[in-house]
């Protein structure tokens, strides 16, 4: 029977098969000239890499305004003047209010946008990110006007982005469209009576009382009770004052009547003055148009552009982190904006 050997470098062998005897010799040689092929599909593949990525960065700084699409939405293609929608779809929250961050800036530059439609589908997010796009939004309803259409759901931190619309602006929601929802949730869940029964006992090493406030495995103490009371208190307040100023029909007082976390049909919306009237997505563009006595231009769609390294490589998802990356990011308390109740559980957004 052969027999099988395997060689290092220099080191021969002799295979004797059916009576023919069969010397194999490995030299130095052969395995440096392995060893150099190895080493430069290796250093070709990093060159490669490298290449790619710097092509994806020049992608993204020179590409379709700075890595803006603009997609054609309706009206004359060829028409100087423009409108433009961003989408507001999903929660409220990283990486998604990086890319309308984008969007808006661009809106803001291009002296070819005159108009913007805010075409809002969330149930709100972030407290500090929905504050963040207000804030932003805020600025471009001061250069050009600034409208708004609800879509199924405009709640919460949702509502709160559709402020930035101002007194000049108007709000559109369609029929069967959800709004309102307004205030803010700590996302907190008390496990302590399972913690017992389990006999699980949580002692965290703290430097304050308050280190580990929201611990699930224990009562929130009275003192920590007021300390969250403040924080929420804060951010509540800033939501009412936002929609007081911009809603011409309301005034403190009748915010904070409407401002029990409740969900409001587009009727009652209409009716309570939180939003000017019922309508589609179509509607709000000519009622934008009409403010701006525009009667040919074109209406472009905002994403933001993927880069070419993402589409090569594909970009990094949720499902690749890891399982202690998300059991810490689900510890951290956050101030939320939010229609639910349970706001760990947080949906796409484009």
Known sequence: MPQEHSMSPGEST??????????????????????????VTVLSASILMNVVFLLSKAAESTGPANG???????GNRKATS??????????????????????????????TIKGVLLAIDSPGGLVADSHQLYYELKKLSDKKPVYVAMKRLAASGGYYIAMASGNSGRIFA????????????????????????????????????????LNPFRDLTEREQEVWKAILDDSFVRFVG???????????????????GQIYTANQAVKSGLVDEIGYEEDALAALAKSLSLTDYETVEYSVAP????????????????????????????????????????????
């Open 14 to 39: 002799t295979v004797t098969a059916n009576s023919v005897v069969i010397r194999v010799e490995a030299s130095d040689s052969t395995w440096k000239s392995t060893g150099k092929r190895l080493l």
């Open 68 to 74: 803006i699409n603009q997609v054609h939405h309706s």
């Open 82 to 111: 423009k409108l433009a929608v961003i989408n507001f779809s999903g929660t409220i929250m990283p990486p998604y209010t990086e890319r309308w961050l984008k969007q808006i800036k661009h809106a803001i530059d291009d002296d």
């Open 174 to 213: 369609e029929p069967t469209t959800w709004t309102g929802s307004i205030g803010v949730i700590v996302p907190r869940y008390n496990a302590s009576e399972l913690a017992n029964k389990i006999g699980v006992t949580v002692e965290p090493l703290v430097t304050g009382p308050l280190k580990d406030s």
């Open 242 to 260: 936002v929609i007081e100023q911009n809603r011409p029909k309301l005034n403190e007082e009748q915010v904070r009547e409407l401002a029990t």
């Open 307 to 350: 880069g070419l390294f993402d589409m090569l490589l594909g970009a990094k998802t949720e499902s690749t982190t890891s399982v202690m990356e998300q059991i810490l990011d689900a510890s951290v308390p956050k101030a939320m904006y939010y229609c639910s109740w349970n706001p760990w559980v947080a949906g796409s957004a484009k």
